[in-house]
């Protein structure tokens, strides 16, 4: 599966931002996904993670009740919506899936990164 990320830009704080990541190649409905983002200098961090099933999400604890992500089977796209968005959010963010996965956090497939920045 091939993955594009897209939806970042600059926002100011307290706004919100909705990510897209694009499959092609397979179905996402066989694919557990997530959302990571890294900053200069830093590790990618976990955001959000969504089982293959599309019913089951995790979330990093300092980002639950702000950030959503959900999939559109009639799309083949993973989406992150971002919420009250704070200057610390700024990162790349990353898409990634991973065949059947039974975890939250080990991925096979990655996306490009799309560039989130939140002006204070």
């Known amino acids: 599966v091939q993955l594009q990320a897209s939806g970042g830009g600059l926002v100011q704080a307290g706004g919100s931002l909705r990510l897209s990541c694009a499959a092609s190649?397979?179905?996402?409905?066989?694919?557990?996904a997530g959302w990571f983002r890294q900053t200069p200098g830093n590790e990618r961090e976990f955001v959000a993670g969504?089982?293959?099933?599309?019913?089951?999400?995790h979330y990093a604890d300092s980002l639950r009740g702000r950030f959503t992500i959900s999939r559109d089977d009639a799309e083949n796209t993973v989406y992150l919506d971002m919420h009250s968005l704070k200057p610390e959010d700024t990162a790349v963010y990353y898409c990634?899936?991973?065949?059947?996965?039974?975890?939250?956090?080990?991925?096979?497939?990655w996306g490009q990164g799309t560039q989130v920045t939140v002006s204070s």
């Open positions: 190649g397979r179905s996402l409905s066989t694919y557990s």
């Open positions: 990634a899936a991973r065949w059947y996965g039974s975890t939250w956090y080990d991925y096979d497939y």
């Open positions: 969504l089982a293959w099933t599309g019913d089951n999400t």
